[in-house]
């Protein structure tokens, strides 16, 4: 596979500018051709939020990349299924279905009869326009993710299964290793014919929803490999690589690299680059078997891991952590339903409570006593 990326600095959401970069980058790492093609662009849209809070990718450079594919001879169709799919979601708060109106792209409800995809020995649900297009062009965000450390390339496939469907996959793998192995299952499948991070501004702290602070980053990367790209964008966020799940499998199996050696960097200097202030996840996995095995019998010892904590007062009572949760281990009480109870011995720590809840009613740390 292509190992060439390209990264450019851009410090602004102007769309002139984005758009030149885009078209640099595209040809600088051989994007597919286009011409009489019909081509899904694929952001990261896990929620409804203003695009000032780095949830989401930020519309001018959806707006870009459309107008880019469409000068190219394309017909361009734009989607995502957010973390909780509402009826006739189509991520209008993050400003990219307007992008849409202006472009005159199609957007297309993921939730409209999906259909199954086997991925090894199992079928999963995707949205029924993977099958009608002849390329995917995907735009993850430059963001923290209290699960799998830092989402990019790999993990933003993820959105092309409808609804409910991605909260399933945590509680069928659970804990991020065997989430980061579903991942590279996921793209070694489906795998996106392009990708492009929005990197201008960005996302560091308690990421992926909106509790996660929003950070200038100043780049756009792009490539055809979203290993390489997870690599050298987790690289300036100043994560050692290896650490991210989807990585580590991905490095492993050898199926998009060979080695680190062979990325082909179009460039800054990636040391000139690298966000020094950059605040990570805390790094908690555990390779030590004899440990692992000793935590999964200790009850109390599960306590000492960074789990979901509840902030009662901050609390509106919507429900949707409740509703996401895969494994029921959250409800509220039925006497207060601003008061929320996590079953610690069921909890899986997907953390997709703290992704979708956007009221800070959820912050992910140790909590020793209490629920």
Known sequence: ??????????????????????????????????HGKRVLVKPN?????????????HPVVVEAMILFLQSKGATVFVGDSPAVHTHRFRGEKSGIYKACETTGAKWVDFMVKPV???????????????GQVDLIISLPKFKNHELVYFTGAIKNTLGLLPGFSKAKQHALHKDRNRFGEFLVDLNETITPDYFLIDAIMGMEGPGPGPKGFPIAIGLLLGSTNPL????????????DPIVIPTSKTALFRKKWLQSVEDIEYDGPKISTIIVRSFKKIPITGN????????????????????????????CTACQKCVNICPVQAIQPLHTKKTHIVLTDSKCIRCFCCAEVCTDDAVQIRVKVFGV
């Open 1 to 34: 596979m292509n190992s060439k990326i390209s990264v450019r600095k851009c410090k602004e959401y102007d769309l002139h500018e984005v758009f030149e970069h885009i078209s640099d980058i595209y040809k600088k790492t051989d994007g597919p051709e286009v």
């Open 45 to 57: 849209l896990l929620s409804e939020n203003d695009p000032e809070k780095c949830v989401t990718t």
């Open 116 to 130: 199954e995809k086997k991925i090894k020995n199992r079928k999963i649900r995707i949205a029924a326009i993977v």
């Open 228 to 239: 390489v790209l997870d690599i050298i964008a987790s690289q300036i966020a100043g994560y």
């Open 287 to 314: 390779n030590n078997i004899a440990l692992q095995f000793v935590m999964r019998r200790i009850k109390f010892l599960k306590k000492l891991e960074r789990r979901p904590v509840f902030i009662h007062e901050n």
